[in-house]
C-alpha cells in the first residue's frame, strides 16, 4: 500500500498550485478535485438547498474511491484536499449556512465515518496557510467558471478548518505557511521535499 499526503487549507489558499509543483518536482502521483466534472456542482451552484445532499454524498464517495485508488500506486501519492477536508470544512459549512439541515448533515457525517472506518486515514496532512487577505485575493484571481463557496464564506472556511487540524490526534498535520506568492519556488519546494523523507 503506498503513502498517502493530503494537502489541506482554504479555498484559493493554493492546494492545488502546491500539489501540482510538488509532483513536477518529486516522484508523486496525484488526485485533483476536478469539481468540473462532479454531476451535481452545476446543479447545486445553481440552487443550493436541494442539491447540497446530493453533492456532498458524491465528494464523499469520490474523496473515498480516490484515496482507494491512489494508495494502490507504487509511488507516494498527494491528494489535493481529500475526504477530511470535503468533510470537516466543506460539508460543516454547508450544515452552518443551512443548505444541509441536521438530519442530511448527519447522515453525511455517518457516511464520511463508515468511509474513513473502512480506509486508513492518510500518512500526513500538509495544511497550507495565509492570511485572510492572501486567500481572498487569490480566490478572487483564479476565475474558477464554476464556484460554490463565496468570498465571504473563507474567513468561516479558515475556522473550521483549524478547528479540525487543532484537534486532530490520529495523522501528523505539517504546517507550510503559504503567505508569499513564491511559496513554490525551487528552494521552498526543496526544503518542503526535505521535510516530506522525514515522514517516510
Given at each position: 500500500m503506498g503513502r498517502?499526503?493530503?494537502?489541506?487549507?482554504?479555498?484559493?489558499?493554493?492546494?492545488?498550485t502546491l500539489v501540482q509543483a510538488l509532483a513536477r518536482a518529486g516522484s508523486f502521483v496525484t488526485g485533483l478535485e476536478q469539481h468540473e466534472e462532479r454531476p451535481f456542482q452545476h446543479p447545486f451552484a445553481n440552487n443550493l438547498q436541494r442539491y447540497a445532499l446530493p453533492n456532498q454524498i458524491d465528494y464523499l464517495l469520490y474523496r473515498a474511491e480516490?484515496?482507494?485508488m491512489l494508495r494502490?500506486?507504487?509511488e507516494t501519492a498527494l491528494i489535493d484536499g481529500g475526504l477530511e477536508l470535503d468533510?470537516?470544512?466543506?460539508?460543516?459549512?454547508?450544515?452552518?449556512?443551512?443548505?444541509?439541515?441536521d438530519a442530511e448533515f448527519a447522515l453525511c457525517e455517518r457516511l464520511y465515518r463508515t468511509l474513513r472506518a473502512a480506509l486508513p486515514p492518510p500518512?500526513?496532512?500538509i495544511y497550507l496557510t495565509a492570511p485572510l487577505e492572501v486567500v481572498v485575493r487569490r480566490y478572487e484571481m483564479r476565475g474558477r467558471p464554476l464556484e460554490i463557496a463565496r468570498v465571504e464564506d473563507l474567513a468561516q472556511?479558515?475556522?473550521l478548518v483549524e478547528d479540525w487540524l487543532a484537534g486532530e490526534t490520529a495523522v501528523p498535520v505539517l504546517r507550510?505557511?503559504?503567505?508569499?506568492?513564491?511559496y513554490c519556488n525551487h528552494e521552498h519546494l526543496q526544503t518542503l521535499l526535505n521535510t516530506l523523507a522525514i515522514y517516510d
Open positions: 498517502l499526503i493530503a494537502v489541506v487549507g482554504n479555498s484559493g489558499v493554493g492546494k492545488t480516490q484515496e482507494r494502490q500506486q507504487a468533510f470537516y470544512g466543506f460539508t460543516q459549512q454547508f450544515h452552518h449556512k443551512g443548505y444541509l439541515t500518512d500526513l496532512f472556511l479558515a475556522k507550510v505557511d503559504a503567505s508569499e506568492d513564491d
